[in-house]
């Protein structure tokens, strides 16, 4: 089964950017669909990006579009999701997760399944 981990959360003021890693092991991320989700202060969890190493292809949130960008480090088997022009709606737990290719597809990246792998999670506080 595939793990992972998250990095690089942090606070930051509103306008600035903030970079996140997950790293993987138990598998490749040449087989994995790796995903971002995140869930604000009462707020349902959400989908921000994920990634299919085919292509690669990409999926946004619409909160993400035009100031996120999701991409992969085959090198370091490790995904990265780096965040611009932050506001504090952002401010949120996020989690990696990873899963097989059918949480790539279109119309289900942002729904996990039980067959998904969590991390812990990275805290990001945009102040404004």
């Known amino acids: 089964a595939v793990h992972v981990a998250e990095s690089g959360g942090g606070s930051v003021q509103a306008g600035g950017s903030l970079r996140l890693s997950c790293a993987a092991t138990g598998d490749t991320l040449a087989n994995i669909c790796m995903g971002w989700f995140r869930q604000r202060p009462g707020k349902e969890r959400e989908g921000v990006a994920a990634i299919w190493p085919g292509g690669p292809t990409s999926y946004y949130g619409d909160s993400a579009k035009g100031r996120f960008t999701v991409s992969l480090d085959f090198a370091k088997n490790t995904m990265n999701l780096q965040m611009n022009s932050l506001e504090p709606e952002d401010t949120a737990m996020y989690y990696c997760?990873?899963?097989?290719?059918?949480?790539?597809?279109?119309?289900?990246?942002?729904?996990?399944?039980?067959?998904?792998?969590w991390g812990q999670g990275t805290q990001v506080i945009v102040s404004s």
């Open positions: 997760a990873a899963d097989g290719w059918k949480l790539c597809r279109p119309n289900d990246w942002q729904s996990p399944t039980d067959s998904t792998s």
